[in-house]
């Protein structure tokens, strides 16, 4: 493997594309090799960019032939860290909180959510499928007792930095952020924004600009 | 401003969160004007980058003094479209989609969602937030007579293109896309994925060679 931190962040996103999409061939579809064009194909990837994207970890594949498609979908899943199942912690036991819990597909992609904490002594006791929601007060024994790793936020913007610093003190090394706002962590703590407001207006920007141009065309 | 097609998806991917740091300093600081450095200082930004997103839309600000807040918020409200309301149709009223309707802030992205809509009958009729449910068949009909331009896909993956098919036949230009799958639309369409499962593996990933890198350094 080339050295991580020369490889980019874009790379890194298209991985689990190229993940899943074996996955979905190897599960669903019966199919046992695979050429980087039609890996790349279905995703809207360039074949070139699928094999620049898996050489920097190693050499798949067999030119001409193409990939074997339980083979790479393993290497893969070790080369991103869903070989194994990793438990976290979810903070607000709200809609959204709700619906992360519901989400099929997250244990396929490595990710247990197996306890949830909320503040509001209305909602602590009570189940999110059949977890059962507790006090925020707990979370560092949850941490430590279920050597959690990563913390969901899904609380109001104005809670969500708090909400953080407790979960770093109590160990939490990754963040995955949906409060509509940045948090502040040390260095040695990821963090990972899924910034709803943010891919509404990159879609309303682009239609905007195309009713700008009609307009435009009409006059 | 220049040529839209040479404008970065990187800047118009930045040009949201300007927008929403804008808005609370206005709103919540009173702060009258800032500069590049601390517009961008707060968001993780480089000033140099800050300047760079805002002069492919013009000139802003004051040399040696900063940005009018209030001024330059409007100007990127109407650059990104978010100056007027934008009426959407969600479908899938489950808990995503429940989430969705009662996310706060999409208002002040320009986004309303006005309609929600589903094909199980169970759920024709409920209310989400003071949204009545209606049914999928009635599609074409609500887009036409609310002029809606934005549909929000929260159905199951398999669901999907069958879902983004109706709803492109009703007449809908941007979908906003949750279901965990790639969709196929026309040219004209502008599509928007927002993947769960990709930020939570590009999380993993990072926690994945930490762990491998700390288990090195103890051998």
Redesign the interface.
Known sequence: MKN?DSIPEAT??R???Y??YLDKLATFEDVEVVSSKDLGG???IASTQVRKDLSYYGEFGRRGVGYDVIELKRSLGR????DRL?SAVLVGA???G???V?????K????EISHVVDNDLNKIGNKVEDITVQSINRIEKIVNNNDI??GIVTV??EAAQDVADKLIDAGI??L?NFA?T?LYVPD?I?V?N?????????????????EKDESEADE
């Open positions: 991580r890194i996103e991985l689990p594309l993940y899943r279905k995703l809207g080369i991103l860290g869903v990793w709200g809609n959204l709700r619906a992360l519901n989400y099929q597909g997250f396929k992609m490595g990710l790793k990563i109001p913007a090394k990754a995955w509509p940045r040695d990821s990972r899924e910034d709803l407001a943010v891919g509404i207006v990159s879609l309303i920007y682009h239609l905007s600009w195309d």
